[in-house]
């Protein structure tokens, strides 16, 4: 008995050790472990004019309660069959071209903005000035 409340006291105060110490703390999702915060600077743009955003993958995720397939997607005969534990890639991955659209799919620089952007518009939340996503 003793030694089983000894046991837990010691998970216990292991658990809380490993929360402290690790600052960028993964959420676990179906689809593998993301960052709480994501400092998006993809490389694909090259040399960056802008600063990095940062963004809270965990906060629109959980708290926004927005569904993943609202930001990601793979696109079969114009329909988006990505689902919840399917893998998930870089968007950079697919809009390969920095800033110029490539037919439909558009260019990375687009289809961020179109994404954050749109949504912010559209719900009358979030941030839609430059400088509120890009602090400089
Ligand atoms: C509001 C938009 C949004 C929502 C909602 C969202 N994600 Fe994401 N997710 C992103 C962005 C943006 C990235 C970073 C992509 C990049 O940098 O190219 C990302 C990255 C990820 C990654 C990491 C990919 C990697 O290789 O590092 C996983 C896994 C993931 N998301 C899963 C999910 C799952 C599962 C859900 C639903 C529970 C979800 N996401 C909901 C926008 C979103
Ligand atoms: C597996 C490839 C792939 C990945 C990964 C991908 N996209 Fe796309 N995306 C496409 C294709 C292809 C289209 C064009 C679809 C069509 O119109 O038929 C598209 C369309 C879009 C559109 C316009 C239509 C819409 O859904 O509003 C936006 C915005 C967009 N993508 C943003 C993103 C963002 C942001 C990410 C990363 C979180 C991402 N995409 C990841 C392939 C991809
Ligand atoms: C489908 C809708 C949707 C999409 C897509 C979306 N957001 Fe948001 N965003 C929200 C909502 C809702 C809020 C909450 C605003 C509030 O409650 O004040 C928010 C808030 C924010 C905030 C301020 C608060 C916070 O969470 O830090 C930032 C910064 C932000 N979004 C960045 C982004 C970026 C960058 C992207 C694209 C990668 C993005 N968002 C895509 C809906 C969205
Ligand atoms: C809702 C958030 C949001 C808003 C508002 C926003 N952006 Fe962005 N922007 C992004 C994201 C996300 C990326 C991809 C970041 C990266 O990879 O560096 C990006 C990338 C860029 C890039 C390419 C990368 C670089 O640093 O050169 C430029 C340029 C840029 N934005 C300019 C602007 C300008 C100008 C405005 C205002 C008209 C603006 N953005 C408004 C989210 C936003």
């Known amino acids: 008995m003793k030694k089983g409340v000894i046991a837990i006291a010691i998970m216990v105060a292991f658990a809380v050790a490993m929360m402290m110490g690790s600052g960028a703390i993964a959420q676990t999702t179906k689809s593998g ?56 890639e870089m968007c950079s991955a697919c809009h390969k071209s920095p800033k110029k659209n490539e037919g439909k799919v558009l260019s990375l620089y687009n289809a961020f903005h179109k994404n954050c952007k749109d949504c912010h518009k559209e719900m009358k939340k979030g941030p839609t000035k430059c400088n509120e996503c890009h602090p400089k």
């Open 33 to 88: 472990d993301v960052k709480d915060v994501i400092e998006i600077k993809d490389p694909l743009f090259g040399k960056h004019t802008k600063s990095a955003v940062t963004f809270s993958h965990k906060k629109h995720s959980v708290d926004y309660k927005l569904k993943c397939d609202t930001c990601h997607h793979v696109y079969k005969d114009g329909k988006n069959v990505w689902k919840e534990g399917d893998k998930v």
